[in-house]
């Protein structure tokens, strides 16, 4: 078997599947990964079938060092933060520098930030390629290989447990977590398909809309930018929505232009110098847009908009949200941090090394 691989993908659904034998583990929040290793050849698959191999030189270190001789383990690529009289916690910010063109650079930060590994499948092991065990039986040849792996090369936790895995669903998202993967006993490893299942955390805002993106295809709406107030009443820029269809995009565009109007006037992310004065606006060049068009269209902060989202990094809302409707009826300066549900704070190596423990609180 070799790379590149396509994983076996999960379907998201509302709720977590309940059936006689099912598995549940944390979702991590990284890169998913799979790991070739013959002898001191190793390769790392992203999803995509790129290499992640020269970004990640540390893992490349650890896997020579703690995965079988000849094996392919599928895992998560993640960057865990560790800071003084603070809780570990996923870092997925810190994963993304990784894929940097200068050698240079990519050295640096593994010695900054090094990544860890965490395993959840294994699809070769010897000259056996196990892709038609059921996952039990898979789950089992991987925690006897790994059964003396030690940080940073880790084993997910698992549980079968229904009432351990609501509770971890609950506790895990304050460690930087994503939700719950559930798979089933029987299942084969079949790359490319949605065999498992995924429960994510999602949740509604009402934001201000304070600009738009173009649609990289012409002249009709790309994304909408979302702001929310703080308590001293300054507006940063949390995140996009978008995934609109194309006559959705047409008509975004009539439905924005009255507040296009006027709209550089006082508009309070054309003031001052952005977050080098303390508050975030679009725009600005960040560590992964590289040389995309940033470019944005100023509207009047006077729109209202309900979207969906998953998870906040930070003081933005993590990946796009989602378009709910317009929300007429709420005063802009109502939309703020504030009714925004923050998990607790939860450390990531507790997740790691005492998971079973959490059930009881």
């Given amino acids: 078997?070799?790379?590149?691989?396509?994983?076996?993908?999960a379907t998201a659904v509302p709720e977590l599947p309940v059936a006689e034998g099912m598995t549940y583990e944390p979702k991590w929040d990284g890169f998913r990964c799979i790991i070739f290793?013959?002898?001191?050849?190793?390769?790392l698959a992203s999803r995509g079938g790129k290499t992640l191999t020269r970004y990640f030189?540390?893992?490349?270190?650890q896997a020579?060092?703690?995965l079988p001789r000849r094996s392919a383990v599928d895992g998560e690529l993640v960057v865990i933060r560790r800071e003084?009289?603070?809780?570990?916690?996923?870092?997925?910010?810190?994963?993304?520098?990784?894929?940097?063109?200068?050698a240079s650079r990519v050295r640096l930060l593994a010695e900054q930030f090094p990544a860890s590994f965490i395993a959840f499948d294994l699809l070769v092991l010897g000259d056996e390629?196990?892709?038609?065990?059921?996952?039990?039986?898979?789950r089992a040849q991987l925690a006897e290989a790994l059964a003396h792996a030690r940080p940073p090369?880790?084993?997910?936790?698992?549980?079968?447990?229904?009432?351990?895995?609501?509770?971890?669903?609950?506790?895990?998202?304050g460690a930087g977590l994503d939700g719950l993967i559930a798979k089933p006993p029987d299942i084969r490893y079949e790359p490319g398909k949605r065999l498992m299942y995924k429960v994510k955390h999602a949740r509604t805002a009402d934001a201000v809309v304070a600009g738009f993106r173009w649609h990289k295809s012409g002249p009709v709406v790309g994304s909408l930018l979302l702001g929310l107030y703080d308590d001293t009443g300054v507006l940063h820029h949390v995140g996009v929505a978008g995934s609109f269809s194309m006559s959705r995009r047409k008509e975004l565009v009539e439905e924005l232009a009255p507040y296009r109007v006027d709209a550089e006037k006082d508009h309070p992310w054309l003031q001052g110098t952005g977050s080098a004065d303390g508050h975030r606006v679009p725009g600005e060049v960040s560590r992964w847009t590289?040389?995309?068009?940033?470019?944005?269209?100023?509207?009047?902060?006077?729109l209202v908009v309900e979207v969906a989202y998953e998870s906040m990094e930070g003081d933005r809302i993590r990946h796009t949200a989602r378009f709910l409707r317009w929300r007429p009826d709420r005063e802009p300066r109502s939309c703020t941090y504030a009714q925004l549900e923050r998990p607790l704070r939860f450390d990531v190596d507790q997740v790691l090394t005492d998971a079973g423990k959490v059930a009881a609180g």
């Fill in 1 to 9: 078997m070799l790379p590149p691989l396509e994983p076996m993908l």
């Fill in 129 to 138: 390629a196990l892709l038609d065990q059921p996952y039990a039986q898979r």
């Fill in 57 to 61: 030189p540390e893992v490349v270190e």
């Fill in 84 to 102: 003084p009289g603070a809780p570990a916690k996923l870092e997925f910010d810190l994963l993304g520098q990784r894929i940097h063109p200068a």
């Fill in 153 to 173: 090369v880790h084993l997910t936790p698992t549980t079968e447990d229904v009432p351990t895995a609501r509770r971890w669903f609950e506790v895990f998202e």
């Fill in 37 to 43: 290793r013959d002898g001191d050849e190793v390769e």
């Fill in 64 to 66: 020579r060092a703690q």
């Fill in 290 to 302: 590289g040389k995309r068009n940033l470019s944005w269209e100023p509207l009047r902060p006077e």
